[in-house]
């Protein structure tokens, strides 16, 4: 094992430190990762390294300070901050109900292209060893791969045709999508231990435990939007590209081919950055132009106020119906609700008085709209 040097340790001190000050969930991935890497040090290699050490206590510290925060205080007593903006809710009907109708949606079906991956990837490694005594001794190693086809074939048919909906209060199709979505998981870690490497199956436990362990405090905590769920994502394309990897190297291909074969990759790829690139600074373009826009109605005193919604709303959540309200506040002016007080928030961002806002009628223009009349 290579010898750290006392700067490597500082900086794991610094890592586990910042690294625990991001978000609650990161958080608490972070403590109890420095703990499992403390553990494992002692039982790998019968001794404490001072490099883990320095991170676990980085991470204690950093925990400390976010925790300690009074926040976190009135959330833990009094289930929400005093703001009323975070909350902690740990009932079970109330975990159900978000687990259907929040969770299942950012967790388990915008991530098509992982997911076909890793079942392809599988279905490639069951073929290439398929004849093997130890596969033929795996009693369910058939109906794992035609489960595998199948929540492929799920998740097509959802993300092409139409996703399922609830029908009823009891949410029996979204309680069967869950159930559908968490035998997967069994059933990659079951193939996986089958068809893997143990190093490599190692690997597809951890990413995919840490994927779970890093989304579940969300079931008690609110709010959270789809980017709190970007280290699910993180974890799964770990596991993506590890099946991918062996995938590919199981088969018996030419240099030549598999040279394409990553030329094409590295080309998908750079190709998707750059899409992502363009429309995401065409609507951050989008959305300080549409402030500006409106601070220049305020002075002109045109009615109505014409309110520029974003060309892709699809990559990025738009607050254009929020910033479309009337703004009226509540009678009681100590309660605000969350969108009266992001509202608020962002309007004095961009030097626009609230008040004087809400009093204006608003409309809904698209930037082709506002291209045209200028």
């Given at each position: 094992m290579r010898k750290q040097s006392a700067l490597d340790?500082?900086?794991?001190?610094?890592?586990?430190?910042?690294s625990a000050l991001c978000l609650e969930n990161i958080t608490l991935y972070c403590v109890v990762f420095g703990i499992f890497i403390l553990g494992f040090s002692i039982f790998r290699y019968k001794k404490v390294l001072v490099q883990n050490c320095l991170y676990t206590v980085g991470t204690l510290i950093g925990t400390a300070l976010m925790f300690l925060n009074i926040n976190y205080r009135d959330i833990l007593i009094d289930k929400k901050d005093y703001i009323g903006v975070r909350s902690f809710d740990p009932d079970i009907s109330s975990i159900?109900?978000?687990?259907?109708?929040?969770v299942l949606d950012y967790l388990f079906k915008p991530y098509l292209l992982v997911d076909i991956v890793i079942i392809i990837s599988l279905l490639?490694?069951?073929?290439?060893?398929?004849?093997?005594?130890?596969?033929?001794?795996?009693?369910?190693?058939?109906?794992?791969?035609?489960?595998?086809?199948?929540?492929?074939?799920?998740?097509?048919?959802s993300f092409i045709t139409s996703y399922f909906v609830a029908l009823s209060p009891s949410y029996f199709?979204?309680?069967?999508?869950?159930?559908?979505?968490?035998?997967?998981?069994?059933?990659?870690?079951?193939?996986?231990?089958?068809?893997?490497?143990?190093?490599?199956?190692?690997?597809?436990?951890?990413?995919?435990?840490?994927?779970?362990?890093?989304?579940a405090p969300f079931l008690v905590l609110n709010p959270f939007s789809a980017r709190c769920f970007s280290h699910y994502c993180f974890f799964m394309c770990i596991i993506a590209g590890e099946l991918f990897m062996i995938a590919v190297s199981s088969v018996n291909i030419s240099a030549a081919a598999v040279r394409a074969v990553s030329l094409s990759a590295v080309s998908l790829?750079?190709?998707?950055?750059?899409?992502?690139?363009?429309v995401n600074i065409i609507n951050k373009y989008t959305d300080n132009l549409r402030f500006r826009y409106i601070r220049e109605q305020m002075k002109s005193r045109h009615l109505p106020i014409e309110v520029i919604s974003l060309p892709y709303p699809n990559i990025a959540y738009d607050c254009v119906d929020l910033y479309l309200q009337s703004g009226s506040s509540p009678k009681d002016k100590?309660?605000?609700?969350?969108?009266?007080?992001?509202?608020?928030d962002i309007l004095d961002h961009y030097g626009i008085d609230k008040d004087k806002y809400s009093e204006r009628t608003k409309v809904e223009i698209s930037l082709y709209d506002y291209n045209l009349g200028r």
């Open positions: 340790s500082v900086l794991l001190f610094v890592l586990g430190s910042l159900s109900i978000k687990l259907y109708t929040q490639v490694l069951y073929l290439h060893k398929s004849d093997s005594e130890e596969l033929k001794k795996a009693k369910y190693i058939r109906a794992a791969v035609a489960y595998d086809v199948f929540f492929g074939a799920y998740i097509l048919f199709i979204n309680a069967l999508e869950s159930a559908i979505s968490f035998v997967f998981y069994i059933d990659i870690l079951y193939l996986s231990y089958y068809l893997l490497p143990r190093s490599s199956f190692i690997v597809v436990l951890y990413s995919l435990l840490s994927a779970l362990f890093i989304s790829c750079l190709s998707v950055c750059c899409f992502y690139s363009y100590t309660v605000k609700s969350n969108d009266d007080m992001y509202l608020t």
